[in-house]
């Protein structure tokens, strides 16, 4: 929080901004991805497995057949359709009525929070969280109430029960069940169903929030919470991680009910969505790509998650412990207590060339993940993965040697009587 005013001019800008700090995840963002760095930070898919010559054809096809593409225009309904039979891989039965078109799944969550949230009201998620979810509800200066995540089985659901016994009411619960972003971890099958009774009871609104659902390396596969309940969770998909990122295109799925307050809500931030991009994105998958383009992302991001699990195991310390994630990108380490990741950061960095995101970045404000990081897997060869996380791990060992030291030599005086 700062009272500092952030333009340093005379122009009153709204109250929220003045709490509002820049992304701490952006800011890294810029000190990691410097040429040279070898980096586990972005949440960036493979750029070489992005399927540019197939995309080409299918919008080249739309240019010259497709008037409309160019044009203002209706949501594309026969991207709903595919939609809906791509939820149905997803264990999902849905009609075109209940998906809403987004300019990406940022933009349905931001969407979502416009309508449910009062200025001032109470939201729910997890104490280490996606940034994209806490910088959606700042502006409503939210009473933000927080839930531990247990590394293995997700959601502490325990403590939403606690708190909705407890009497209160958030506008929304956000979650992320499949390979959570940061922390790699999925939610137990037996979480899922507690969390959506519960929501049920309280009638507190889901938002499911499943970029990741797609990209599942290990089965069994366990239902989005959306395919467990219609009434009360609010789904949202996107296609920037199964296709790519700069389509800018997602979907919510909802009850129908709420789709006229959707397009208000979004006509207010973009009008719509790229017609051009609708079009092309329904064209590649009428000409049946995308499920073999998912099958080879499943199959290279696996071997990349394999090969990073095993570099850590390999060269982490014995006493550092990590997610297994079953699909997404990310995995979440815990280092020894001693070791604080931010510190560790710049280190890697300036001495080895090899960059992540320290957990703060992630952290609701007042929860302590100091030596915590998260590493992505999705972005760099097998090779490269191995190369980073040795140097990585040469770090952190120099660093605990050096507290050793210095322990040592502080300790003699400790001793003195
Ligand atoms: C959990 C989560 N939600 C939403 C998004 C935003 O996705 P999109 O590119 O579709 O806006 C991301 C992007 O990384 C994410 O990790």
Same mark, same amino acid.
């Given at each position: 929080m700062t009272a500092e005013h952030p333009l340093n001019q005379d122009i009153s800008l709204a109250d929220w901004t003045y709490t509002m700090s820049r992304s701490v995840l952006r800011q890294m963002i810029g000190v990691v991805s410097q040429p040279g760095i070898l980096s586990f930070a972005g949440g960036l898919p493979a750029p070489e497995l992005f399927p540019a010559a197939d995309y080409a054809a299918a919008i080249t096809h739309v240019l010259a057949t497709d008037p409309k593409a160019l044009q203002y225009g209706l949501p594309f309904a026969p991207l709903k359709q595919h939609i809906v039979q791509l939820m149905a891989q997803r264990g999902i039965t849905c009609t075109t009525e209940q998906i809403f078109l987004t300019t990406g799944a940022q933009q349905g969550l931001d969407v979502l929070a416009r309508l449910l949230l009062n200025p001032g009201g109470q939201v729910m998620f997890e104490e280490v969280v996606y940034t994209g979810i806490q910088q959606v509800v700042a502006p409503f200066q939210p009473h933000i109430l927080t839930i531990s995540t247990d590394l293995a089985q997700g959601m502490a659901v325990h403590e939403v029960e606690a708190h909705l016994a407890n009497g209160a009411r958030p506008a929304f619960l956000y979650a992320i069940p499949d390979a959570h972003n940061p922390l790699g971890v999925s939610?137990?099958?037996?979480?899922?169903?507690?969390?959506?009774?519960?929501?049920?009871?309280?009638?507190?609104?889901?938002?499911?929030?499943?970029?990741?659902?797609?990209?599942?390396?290990?089965?069994?596969?366990?239902?989005?919470?959306? *395919?467990?309940?219609?009434?009360? &969770?609010?789904?949202? +998909?996107? @296609?920037?991680?199964?296709?790519? !990122? =700069?389509?800018?295109?997602?979907?919510?799925?909802?009850?129908?009910?709420?789709?006229?307050?959707?397009?208000v809500a979004k006509e207010a931030s973009d009008l719509e969505s790229s017609a051009l991009t609708q079009r092309a994105v329904s064209a590649y998958m009428d000409a049946g790509y995308l499920p073999g383009h998912v099958e080879q992302l499943r199959v290279a991001y696996g071997h990349r998650r394999d090969a990073m699990l095993a570099a850590l195991c390999n060269y982490f310390? *014995?006493?550092?412990?990590?997610? &297994?994630?079953?699909? +997404?990108? @990310?995995?979440?380490?815990?280092? !020894? =207590?001693?070791?604080?990741?931010?510190?560790?950061?710049?280190?890697?960095?300036?001495?080895?060339?090899?960059?992540?995101?320290?957990?703060?970045?992630?952290?609701?404000p007042g929860h302590n993940v100091h030596n915590c990081l998260r590493l992505n897997f999705s972005n760099c060869s097998v090779e490269i993965i191995d190369e980073g996380i040795k140097r990585l791990a040469n770090v952190i060992n120099s660093i605990r040697k050096m507290n050793l030291e210095l322990c040592d030599h502080l300790m003699p005086q400790y001793a003195t009587p």
């Open positions: 939610m137990s099958q037996a979480r899922r169903q507690q969390l959506v009774a519960l929501a049920v009871h309280y009638n507190i609104p889901l938002i499911e929030d499943d970029p990741y659902g797609l990209l599942q390396y290990d089965a069994p596969i366990m239902p989005p919470l959306r *395919a467990l309940n219609d009434s009360h &969770v609010l789904y949202v +998909g996107s @296609f920037s991680k199964i296709l790519a !990122p =700069a389509l800018r295109l997602g979907w919510i799925v909802a009850p129908e009910a709420l789709m006229p307050k959707l397009a310390p *014995a006493e550092a412990r990590w997610t &297994v994630p079953k699909g +997404g990108m @990310f995995i979440w380490v815990t280092l !020894p =207590a001693e070791v604080d990741a931010a510190a560790l950061l710049h280190t890697a960095v300036a001495q080895e060339q090899v960059a992540f995101i320290p957990g703060h970045a992630f952290a609701v």
